[in-house]
């Protein structure tokens, strides 16, 4: 069974540019949250999606934003880059029917210069 | 007051030790307790779910909820170097349509052979 992908692993882009990154849920789960890790805040939640539909918006400005498709993969885009938006960028998957697991991709590290 | 309190180590055991790790929360309509592993550079991996207080165990791995101090823990049994990583706890409220999660800021442990 497919676990969560998250397309890249890896970026590097420029102040003031803006990003896309790409996350595949686990076959059948319907919900996906994305969050940001950096050492001096640790796990922060971004949004979460549910066939969707945004059902839930954490603390980040507006450059946050997010969207779901109608099978489930989900995008973040980050817009005017900052050097502050360099962290790891972690996507859950949750099948959000009876059985409400968070399960994590392996994230996408974005470094901002 | 942070919603989810960690102690970030770092941790430091022999082989074959008892690991006790902690977390403390002020959110009392947090009903459902995570535990995760995060090894470096990689995504957090579920190791312990659980629902309102109690213990639950999983091999080597018990997690114990006691809603009443607010105060959730995981032992790990007969610790082995591959246990090292950072461990972080989550919860969140039992709302139907809420799935964000509240993480502490990890604990690092070392298990030294």
């Known amino acids: 069974k497919a676990g969560v992908t998250q397309t890249p692993r890896y970026l590097i882009k420029t102040r003031g540019q803006q990003v896309t990154l790409s996350c595949s849920p686990i076959?059948?789960?319907?919900?996906v949250s994305w969050y940001q890790q950096t050492p001096g805040q640790g796990l922060q939640f971004l949004f979460e999606?549910?066939?969707?539909?945004?059902?839930n918006k954490g603390n980040f400005p507006g450059r946050f934003s997010g969207r779901q498709f109608s099978n489930s993969r989900s995008e973040m885009n980050v817009s005017t880059l900052e050097l502050g938006d360099s962290a790891l960028y972690l996507c859950?998957?949750?099948?959000?029917?009876?059985?409400?697991?968070?399960?994590f991709g392996q994230g996408t590290r974005l470094t901002v210069v | 007051q942070k919603e989810v309190e960690q102690d970030p180590g770092p941790l430091s055991v022999p082989e074959g030790a008892i690991v006790s790790l902690n977390c403390t929360y002020s959110?009392?309509?947090?009903?459902?307790f995570m535990w995760y592993r995060q090894y470096s550079r990689k995504g957090p991996e579920l190791l312990m779910y659980?629902?309102?207080?109690g213990n639950k165990e999983d091999g080597r791995f018990t997690a114990q909820v006691d809603k009443s101090s607010k105060y959730i823990s995981l032992f790990i049994r007969d610790s082995q170097p591959s246990d090292s990583a950072t461990y972080l706890c989550?919860?969140?409220?039992?709302?139907?349509?809420?799935?964000?999660?509240?993480f502490g800021k990890g604990t690092l442990l070392t298990v030294n052979p």
């Open positions: 859950a998957s949750i099948r959000g029917t009876g059985r409400t697991e968070a399960f």
């Open positions: 076959s059948g789960h319907r919900s």
């Open positions: 999606y549910f066939s969707e539909t945004q059902r």
């Open positions: 959110n009392s309509a947090f009903q459902y």
């Open positions: 659980t629902y309102s207080s």
């Open positions: 989550a919860m969140r409220d039992s709302g139907g349509s809420n799935y964000k999660l509240t």
